[in-house]
């Protein structure tokens, strides 16, 4: 959703100004290597997840790339996975991407966060660490991700905040934990932390053999807007809420439209992603075979990467609607979805309307109430 990046992911101004200036001179400001799709937890919706049939990228081999890739322009870097901490060289891959003098970040479900990497992190500090809360107990740990490591991720991300680690808690929420967002935000509001939140889950198309729009271990998108709409309601008011959705269309309108956009986020313009496996993606979940890096070479990859993202347009039924203006559809939900770039998601479509329903049925009469 497109709610003011600053109140949802507290993104400088700067950080924005660097991704303009990038777009202009099609450089790629920002990256995301996922080092492993391997992970100690099994969370249901994970897109990830999965047995390397292959060999990973060495350490040497990341930090190449990460060569190539600032020297192309590349300023933020962050690592990911699977959970990027059950690598045992990652201290290397880590120092050596921060050695280059890039701003590195790290998401991590915090299970895995040693003494050794704890010390690391204190000494030589992230841009951020990314910390996925998946619940309020250690029941909810384990029915949804089959790891009961609640108390060691808290007591983690507690013994960080100590040290002046700059955080943000990443919360999905699917039927498993819903009936613990109040406990999820009432810890990160404990810890003076924002949360990014979704529950709204990609059909994992990477680990079901391009299964589109299969994805059985999440809401049906009436559901998952009622419980966006209460993860909302934990960090704004009824007079934002009612404010976020100013001049968009009401619940039943027609959505038409002659052509389709092209894509306005980030991905393959100034942002790119670089899998397990070293093929270079616009988007993590585009089911494309990418450019691989170790064959062409960082440079060629990204132009590669820029030229496909030019070719890409969205579904035209979207570019006249208002809705768009709060809307997750983009490309990635699209090819996810429907298994192509320009067809409509309804899942997404209804979710969205479904959410600013919502809000309209709720805050509209209680505002109304409150002048009478």
Not at 66 to 94: H, N, V
Not at 97 to 113: A, D, M, R, Y
Not at 264 to 279: E, I, L
Request: hydrophobic share 35%; aromatic share 10%.
């Amino acid at each position: 959703m497109k709610i003011d990046d600053r109140l949802l992911n507290g993104e400088p101004y700067w950080s924005a100004y660097m991704h303009s200036k990038g777009t202009q001179l099609g450089l790629p400001i920002a990256g995301t290597f996922e080092i492993t799709p391997r992970c100690n937890f099994n969370c249901k919706m994970c897109y990830i997840h999965q047995q390397a049939d292959k060999p990973e990228l060495s350490a040497d081999e990341w930090l190449d790339i990460g060569r190539q890739a600032a020297a192309c322009g590349m300023i933020f870097i962050l690592i990911t996975g699977g959970e990027p901490l059950i690598r045992p060289d990652f201290p290397k891959i880590y120092k050596g991407l921060k050695e280059l003098g890039l701003l590195v970040s790290v998401n991590t479900n915090g299970s895995l966060i040693t003494d050794e990497v704890f010390d690391m992190f204190v000494s030589d500090p992230p841009n951020r660490i990314n910390i996925s809360l998946y619940g309020g107990s250690d029941d909810t740990y384990m029915k949804l991700c089959g790891n009961a490591k609640y108390s060691v991720v808290t007591g983690n991300i507690r013994r960080l905040k100590e040290a002046g680690i700059s955080m943000r808690i990443n919360a999905s929420f699917t039927p498993e934990n819903a009936s613990d967002i109040k406990a999820v935000y009432d810890f990160a509001k404990e810890m003076n932390l924002p949360v990014q939140s979704s529950t709204y889950m990609y059909p994992p198309i990477r680990v079901n053999a391009g299964g589109f729009g299969v994805a059985p271990n999440r809401f049906g998108a009436e559901e998952a807007a009622k419980y966006m709409l209460t993860c909302r309601e934990q960090i704004m008011t009824p007079e934002q809420l009612l404010k976020s959705i100013e001049g968009i269309g009401g619940m039943h309108e027609e959505c038409t439209g002659s052509e389709g956009e092209p894509m306005h986020c980030r991905a393959g313009r100034t942002s790119f992603w670089a899998a397990w496996d070293g093929r270079l993606l616009p988007c993590a979940m585009f089911p494309i075979e990418g450019y691989d890096i170790r064959k062409l070479g960082f440079a060629e990859a990204w132009k590669c990467a820029r030229e496909f993202t030019k070719t890409v347009r969205l579904p035209s039924e979207c570019a006249a609607c208002s809705h768009n203006k709060d809307c997750c559809a983009c490309a990635s939900s699209c090819i996810a979805e429907t298994g192509s770039f320009d067809k409509k998601p309804e899942y997404v479509c209804t979710f969205t309307k479904t959410f600013h329903e919502l809000i309209r049925q709720k805050y509209s009469k209680e505002e109304t109430q409150n002048e009478d």
